[in-house]
């Protein structure tokens, strides 16, 4: 049986901007057939299982012809895989998405679309321009500033001054001068509000505000580049007063988020809506140790147990695959208590229907080891990572109540992308790196070396014990007030505070 193919829009690069239902389409997929214009942090929400094909990338100086793609597309749906063509902005706007599904409905096979939020509105509003507003413009123009193979602009540009609208041109960047010209010489007046705005949403998005007639040599001074906007008319003259991107207070920092792929998106989302570039980089994962005979002869004895410590999220999920793999569920916990060391670990264990009957004050092992002591009145239980720290057993061990650790989980450090990585953080291109525990600053050194230069960047730490790590290589850190994401989160910005 054939496959399917889904055009999806990506919107124009802020992750944040792609759509639920294009978000759902990449999770179903396949194969990923990509454009360049899609953003780095887009790409990454491909999941590992799909192959991804890159269609944008130029081979030898000449771009994938698009009957090429067109084949591409087809011979993928019909070798019967569900086909994610990915595609900038909105595929229907200057994207070619016509032309590719035409060639799917003329081959029989079935397909979608999913639109996308385009440049041409999103860049616009990224760089504090409405593109209507009721004092300015009643009418919105999209024009391409790309003449069709070797062709002069073939723009009437008596008709786009007479609509008094808005005018947003794509694809505009070398034919700048002459759309200027060609405006002017149809009568628009020199004095006309206009902008450009370059890598709009776009980590490092710049915008060039100015007139008319002085916008090629403003954008020229500022050496705006593709991909950008031209945006002519009288909302361009809001551009300062709604200017609300560089106003974030982390706007222009860039900060690597080195947490295991599954959980570092609601970090990065939080340090994006501040402003800031998030840069991914799962270095460790963990691995569930299945079977674990072990934690199976322990759960055959729960009723010893009086308490039930878990130290992490990734403990909680691979307790329960082994509770499960051994055919029970959440009522084989029975009467015992359940401890969490922090918030997210709480989450965890609601997730699956349980509530922690402890979250210490202060959220590490030590503190976790405190509560316990104070209020276990027997056997303690904790499944963990395979090499956890001695600081929760040893607090326990003090105030003399008696636990089991058993590994259920081991963190496995490894990252195939660290010799680039290594050569930007020696360039300073990172102004934070976030460590959340100790085993990410060891998988974040194992991945780079431990002999790199670490004096550009600052350490966002949750916990002491995770500050104590990086700064046994040289790393300048500030620990979160809170050992929790939003303190993290809150480190960042106080920490720039302190700079400005
Ligand atoms: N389908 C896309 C447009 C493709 S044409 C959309 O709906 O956005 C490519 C042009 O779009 C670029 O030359 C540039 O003018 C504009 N563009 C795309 N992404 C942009 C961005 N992030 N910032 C500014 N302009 C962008």
């Known amino acids: 049986m054939s496959g399917k193919v889904t ?3 990506a919107g124009p690069g802020d992750p944040g901007l792609l759509t639920l239902k294009g978000r759902e389409a990449l999770r179903q997929a396949d ?14 929400m491909i999941p590992d299982s799909a192959r991804r094909i890159d269609v944008g990338k130029e081979a030898g100086h000449h771009l994938i012809p698009q009957e090429q793609i067109n084949d591409i597309l087809l011979n993928e749906a019909l070798a019967g895989h569900n086909v994610v063509r990915l595609k900038g902005g909105d595929p229907f706007v200057f994207g070619r998405g016509g032309e590719e599904l035409q060639a799917l409905a003329r081959a029989g096979v079935e397909f979608a679309e999913i639109p996308g939020v385009t440049s041409a509105v999103a860049a616009a509003a990224y760089g504090g321009i409405p593109v209507t507003h009721r004092d300015f413009a009643s009418s919105l123009h999209i024009i391409t500033g790309r003449a069709r193979r070797g062709a002069a602009l073939n723009i009437d540009f008596e008709a786009l001054v007479r609509t008094h609208g808005t005018l947003v041109f794509l694809m505009g960047v070398t034919a700048m001068p002459d759309i200027v010209k060609g405006l002017l010489d149809a009568g628009m007046d020199g004095d006309t509000p206009a902008a450009m705005v370059e890598r709009g949403t776009l980590p490092g998005q710049r915008r060039c505000v100015a ?3 002085t916008l090629p040599q403003r954008a020229a001074e500022m050496g705006i580049h593709s991909p950008a906007l031209i945006i002519v008319g009288g909302v361009c003259a809001l551009a300062k007063e709604l200017c609300w991107l560089e106003k974030l207070p982390l706007y222009g920092k860039r900060i690597l988020v080195t947490r295991p792929k599954d959980r570092a998106g609601t970090l990065s989302d939080k340090l994006r809506a501040l402003g800031a570039e998030a840069v991914e980089f799962p270095c460790i994962r963990t691995e569930a140790l299945l079977p674990c005979p072990a934690m199976e002869s322990a759960l055959g004895r729960l009723a010893e147990y009086a308490w039930l410590g878990f130290t992490s999220a990734a403990g909680v999920e691979a307790f329960w695959n082994c509770l499960r793999g051994m055919g029970k569920d959440a009522r084989a916990l029975g009467g015992v208590k359940l401890a969490a060391i922090g918030p997210a670990t709480g989450k965890a264990l609601e997730a699956h229907g349980l509530v922690p009957d402890l979250i210490p004050e202060i959220y590490d092992a030590a503190h976790m080891g405190e509560a316990l002591a104070k209020a276990a009145a027997g056997r303690v239980l904790l499944p963990r990572a395979e090499a956890g720290s001695a600081s929760l057993t040893d607090a326990l061990a003090e ?31 990172f102004d934070f790196v976030t460590f959340t525990s100790a085993s990410t600053v060891k998988g974040f050194i194992s991945s780079v070396g431990a002999d790199a230069d670490f004096g550009h960047f ?3 730490c949750i916990g002491a014990q995770t500050a104590g790590e990086a700064e046994k290589h040289g790393i300048h850190v500030r620990i979160a007030e809170k050992a929790a994401i939003d303190a993290l989160v809150q480190s960042a910005v106080e920490q720039q505070q302190i700079c400005k």
């Open 31 to 44: 194969v990923v057939v990509c454009d360049r214009l899609v953003s780095p942090a887009v790409l990454e």
């Open 399 to 429: 105030a003399g109540v008696s636990c089991d650790a058993i590994p259920v989980y081991r963190t496995i450090y490894d990252n195939p992308r660290s010799a680039e990585l290594r050569e930007e953080i020696e360039a300073g291109k």
């Open 7 to 9: 055009l999806v829009g």
């Open 458 to 460: 600052t350490g966002l």
């Open 211 to 213: 007139t008319l007639a």
